[in-house]
C-alpha cells in the first residue's frame, strides 16, 4: 500500500496507543522532558523576540540533534538577538565572533604565543573553545577564514600548530548570514554548508506580530535565565537513537536523497550525511512534540532546513529562477510514502 507523500499524515495509518512500537524508558522519557522543554523554550523566547516560534523549534531541533544551525535572513529580523536569548537558556560557556573581512583563522582557532616566564611556546586559545559559538555575519569572512570552523563543526576538536585539542561538549555554531547582500560578502563552500545540520530562514514578522514587538519593547528588557545545562543538553542527545523508526522510514529517508541526485535541476544532490542529518532531525522533531516514534510528517517537515543548502542547481535552472525550495518540495511530491515493507 503506497500514498503520495503530499497527503496529510491524518491520512496514513494510525499508530495504536503506544505508537508503532512499545516505547523503551530513554525513549519515553527523553519525549516527556523534550516536550516540556520545548513549551518552556518557547515562552522564555518570545519575551524577547516575537513570532519566533517556528524558528525556536528548528533551533532546539538542531540541539537536541547534536548539529549547527545556519540562520538565514535580511538585516533587522533579530538574528543575533535570537541567537543570543537561544544561547542564554542553553546555559552553556558561550563566545561570539563577528565575522570581518580581514578576519583570520588563528583569530577564531588561537595561535602560540612565547612565554616569558616559562621560555615557551604556549597556545592562547581562541573564542572558538565554548561550548556555544556564535559566528556571526560568517559570509563577510572568506573561505580561509570560514575553513577554520570545519574540524571543529565536523569532529569536535581543533588542531593548532600540530595540537589537537578536544573542545568542550555539547558544541553548537550559530551562524547568522545575510543572503540577499552582494558586497563585501563571500559565499559559502560546498563542504562549509554540509556542515551545518539545518538552515533556517527568517522572515519579517507578521502585522500583529510587528506591533506586539512595540509594545514589547517599550517596556523594561526581559533577561530570561538559563533553562538547561550541559548536563542536560547530553543527556537528551545520547536518549535520541531510542526514537523508533520503521524500515519503512529509513527507506523513504535513503530515497529522497536518491530522488534529489536524479533531479534535473541538480547539479549535486543529498549526501549519506544529508540523509543521516534527516533521520536524526526528524528523531528530535518527535520528540520536540512528545512523540516516541517518528513519522512520514517528520521527515518531509525538517526536509526544507535540511536538503535546501545541501542541493547544488545547474546554472541553467538558476537563470529560470528556480530555486532549491523547488527542488526539495518537487522530491517530496514525487516519492511516495511506503507504509509497509
Known sequence: MTAKSALPVGLLPAPGPDGPSAPDSAARELAREAGDIARRTTEQVARVVVGAEAVTEQLLTAMLAGGHVLLEGVPGVAKTTLSKVFSKLLGCQYQRVQFTPDLMPSDVTGTSVFDRGTNDFVLRRGPIFCQVLLADEINRAPAKTQSALLE????????????????????????????????????????????????????????DQEVRMLQL???PPADPGPLFTPEIILGLQAKLSSIFGTDALY??????????????????????????????????????????YFTHEDVQAVAYGVLGHRV????????????????????LANVRVITTV
Open 217 to 219: 519593547h517599550g517596556g
Open 152 to 207: 571543529a563543526m565536523q569532529e569536535g576538536q581543533v588542531t593548532v600548530d600540530g595540537q589537537t585539542i578536544t573542545l568542550p561538549k555539547p558544541f553548537l555554531v550559530l551562524a547568522t548570514q545575510n543572503p540577499i547582500e552582494q558586497e563585501g560578502v563571500y559565499r559559502l563552500p560546498e563542504a562549509q554548508l554540509d556542515r551545518f545540520l539545518l538552515r533556517v530562514e527568517m522572515s519579517y514578522p507578521g502585522f
Open 251 to 292: 527507506r523513504y529517508i535513503v530515497e529522497l536523497a536518491e530522488v534529489s541526485r536524479r533531479h534535473p535541476d541538480v547539479s549535486l544532490g543529498a549526501s549519506p550525511r544529508a540523509s543521516l542529518a534527516l533521520l536524526r532531525c526528524a528523531r528530535a522533531r518527535a520528540a520536540l512534540k512528545g512523540r516516541h
Open 312 to 331: 547544488i542547481l545547474r546554472p541553467e535552472a538558476e537563470i529560470e529562477g528556480r530555486t532549491t525550495a523547488d527542488v526539495v518540495r518537487d522530491v
